[in-house]
């Protein structure tokens, strides 16, 4: 059962998103506290949430760590911080404090205390998702080589003579590819037949056994905001024909949806030994080239899985790192890039997810189990990371350009200045949400 079909489903949308987002923000208001304090910088409050306090205790270094009511961020209150934004300094309080105690203020702190507080949140998000990407890897980081079959998907009509720890040799005479992207081409390539010849090895003994297509039309995620999860598809239904037309591979299914111009369709869904017919219409989306372009395809919002999960080992501790760093880079540079491409009209502005979005695709994607959301908790928090890098007055990366400016002038921003890039800052943040979050309602 999946997580999220365990909670229920329904509210429990944003109940989970609460979970991701909470787990999110405090590691990022951690890194602010924790290099803060090793930096000499004290914190009066460590604030999960907003609002009227449910719970406080303060620790023996005078921290208050407390929960709000309203689980939708955090903050790190340092001394001498006039508000939870650190956006300006309690004039009053510092006026009364001595040289030492100036030093335990974030606005008395050095330049460099300051600086390496503020870019330890961002820091801390893209260390989460490193060290969550770092142990999938160093688990169940690699498919066993030869590929090798781990649980079989349950699949109607035609059963598969595959058995666990079958080795996969060839399919159809053909050897597996060893390049990643040649095996996908070899997999697309497969006939579409019902039944295709599959030559294991199994205890040593060399055979030839029959199974479903590789990748069959069956359902690992269901988009959301999309025609699949309107009419209702789950994960594990596979697709056995469309408007009456069999279908064997997820690639045959693929290719029907990209012809359909968008007229509605009418599929054949098995679920645990039912059939069932659900009729949804394809939705044009933005859908991104191996060259990095992008062409609008009709598409129903869903998936495709796989006919067993491949067995799998650990990858090592160098490969393990390495893979870690590189997909994280891998979510920064892909976000950036999809960015770029909303703000020159490349694609459509309903590819930028507000609070409603973001809710909608964490409970997708705990739709598939623990492991899912544990990884859309990592990818989340990279793309915090990020934001929260962005020059923006009220943003982290808007006090490091403060410092900066600092560092080559000699002295701060004054007051005044500050104030009014600040209020610039969060109207900027308050119109970009209030964009997002109409994309919520409005884009299909």
Avoid at 5 to 23: D, E, K, P, Q
Avoid at 98 to 108: A, F
Wanted: charge should be negative; aromatic fraction near 10%; charged fraction near 15%.
């Amino acid at each position: 059962m999946s997580l999220f079909n365990a909670l229920g489903g329904g509210v429990w949308t944003a109940v989970i998103f609460i979970i991701a987002l909470s787990v999110i923000v405090a590691v990022h208001e951690y890194g602010h506290y924790i290099v803060g304090r090793w930096s000499g910088i004290h914190a009066d409050v460590f604030s999960l949430g907003f609002g009227p306090v449910i719970y406080a205790r303060t620790d023996k270094h005078g921290t208050q760590w407390q929960i709000a009511a309203l689980p939708l961020g955090g903050y790190v209150k340092f001394a001498g911080d006039a508000d939870a934004a650190s956006a300006g300094k309690d004039d009053e309080v510092m006026a009364e404090l001595s040289p030492e105690e100036l030093r335990r203020t974030m606005h008395g702190a050095p330049l460099w205390a300051r600086a390496a507080t503020v870019v330890a949140g961002p820091v801390f998000n893209f260390i989460l998702s490193m060290l969550v990407f770092f142990l999938f890897f160093l688990f169940m980081g690699k498919a066993v080589d030869p590929l090798t079959v781990g649980n079989i998907r349950d699949y109607p009509q035609t059963e598969s003579a595959l058995q666990v720890g079958d080795q996969i040799l060839e399919i159809n005479g053909q050897l597996l590819p060893q390049d990643a992207k040649a095996y996908r081409d070899f997999v697309d390539a497969l006939p579409g037949d019902n039944l295709l010849d599959y030559t294991v090895s199994r205890d040593g003994e060399r055979m030839i056994v029959q199974a479903p297509h590789l990748s069959p039309p069956a359902v690992s995620i269901v988009a959301a905001r999309s025609a699949a999860r309107d009419a209702g598809m789950q994960i594990d239904d596979v697709v056995t024909a469309v408007d009456g037309q069999p279908v064997a591979s997820f690639d045959q299914l693929l290719q029907i949806i990209l012809a359909s111009e968008g007229k509605p369709l009418v599929l054949d869904v098995w679920r645990a030994g039912e059939t069932l017919k659900l009729e949804m219409t394809p939705r044009e989306r933005d859908h991104q080239l191996e060259d990095g372009n992008f062409e609008k395809r009709w598409q129903i919002g869903m998936s495709g899985g796989t006919l067993f999960t491949p067995a799998t080992e650990g990858a090592g501790l160098w490969n393990s790192a390495s893979g870690a760093v590189i997909q994280t880079w891998g979510i920064i540079s892909g976000s950036v890039e999809g960015i770029y491409h909303i703000f020159v009209g490349t694609i459509s502005t309903c590819n930028l997810n507000g609070p409603v979005g973001m809710a909608q695709n964490v409970s997708a994607f705990a739709e598939g189990g623990l492991a899912d959301f544990i990884r859309i908790i990592a990818l989340l928090s990279t793309a915090v990371g990020l934001l929260n890098l962005f020059p923006i007055p009220i943003l982290d990366g808007g006090h490091l350009v403060f410092f900066a400016y600092e560092a080559v002038t000699g002295k701060p921003p004054g007051e005044k200045a500050l104030r009014i890039l600040m209020t610039l800052g969060l109207t900027i943040m308050l119109s970009l949400m209030l964009f997002a979050t109409s994309g919520d309602f409005f884009c299909n």
